[in-house]
């Protein structure tokens, strides 16, 4: 191939990758809202002079104003720093977890797919017995259980959605393999390992990926849940559920101080499901261009 053809298809893949991200413009913004998020949690000391929790109790529950962009809080402290900082909690945890309960789940599905032997049925029943407590019910239990630190979040985190990883890796797996040629492959003398490495897991990867990136709003819910009710980041350490577990009470004078830790919540949350979105319809190959 001369380099004219070789810079005819560099063009003809260029066109059709910007056809099909035209396509998933959503996704696009759900990326960029995650970027802004994620750039304002690393770059906080950069972006805001006030350190999260420095108290003035002389410019207590004041509005939006010149000085403090989002006001401040009951004792003082500047609402917009402790968002920003506030963010790191969040996005550490969701991203530990999701990563833990990936890694973990996917070794455990592509277990209990290619074993069927006793391996599988103790896999799977206690991926159902995990599956049928209420998540934020069981992450109570084990935070209870625990003690509240981060690290005890983490752990929490990553056991309650543990089942959901492996039950969608499991059924991807099951799929692919019974197909020809894995049987082919086993056939030839091909061990489990190699399998699994070489033919299995690249065909799950496409929803695992999904999955995985959906886990990433309902990590960031759950941590808010938990920090709202006290067993999450401990005060004075800002996070976006205890700042508006905190401004609950000042609602009718303040209602900014639980407005806006609740607009972050969501806009996490938008950015990771909009993201996931596209990503499922980008990596099913029903929907790719011919």
């Not at 609740?262 to 261009?289: E, Q, Y």
Request: charged letters at 15%.
């Amino acid at each position: 191939m001369n380099d004219d053809e070789k810079s005819e298809t560099f063009g003809l893949r260029l066109v059709r990758f910007l056809r099909r991200l035209r396509k998933h413009y959503m996704g696009v913004g759900g990326a960029m809202l995650i970027a802004v998020i994620c750039g304002g949690a690393i770059f906080a000391p950069v972006i805001t002079e006030y350190a999260p929790n420095k108290i003035a109790v002389r410019e207590r529950v004041q509005g939006p104003n010149a000085d403090h962009v989002l006001g401040t809080d009951e004792l003082g402290r500047d609402v917009f720093s402790r968002l920003l900082y506030g963010a790191r909690p969040s996005l550490v945890v969701a991203v530990v977890a999701t990563l833990l309960s990936t890694v973990l789940g996917s070794l455990l599905g592509l277990l209990a797919a290619i074993n069927r032997s006793v391996l599988r049925a103790v896999i799977m029943s206690a991926m159902d017995i995990l599956f049928a407590f209420p998540a934020v019910l069981f992450a109570l239990v084990l935070m209870t259980v625990l003690g509240t630190s981060l690290i005890n979040l983490i752990i929490a985190l990553t056991v309650i959605y543990l089942p959901r990883i492996v039950r969608v890796v499991y059924a991807s797996a099951l799929q692919v393999v019974e197909l020809d040629y894995v049987s082919a492959a086993v056939a030839l003398g091909a061990g489990k390992s190699r399998i699994l490495l070489r033919h299995v897991l690249p065909n799950v990867a496409g929803p695992l990926i999904v999955q995985a990136t959906l886990g990433f709003s309902l990590a960031i819910l759950a941590e808010a849940t938990l920090s709202f009710l006290g067993l999450g980041v401990q005060p004075p350490e800002p996070s976006w559920g205890a700042m508006l577990n905190a401004g609950r009470p000042f609602l009718e004078v303040a209602p900014w101080l639980a407005i806006y830790p609740t607009l972050a919540i969501s806009l996490a949350v938008l950015g990771f499901n909009l993201l996931g979105d596209a990503l499922r319809d980008w990596l099913d190959p029903r929907l790719k261009d011919v």
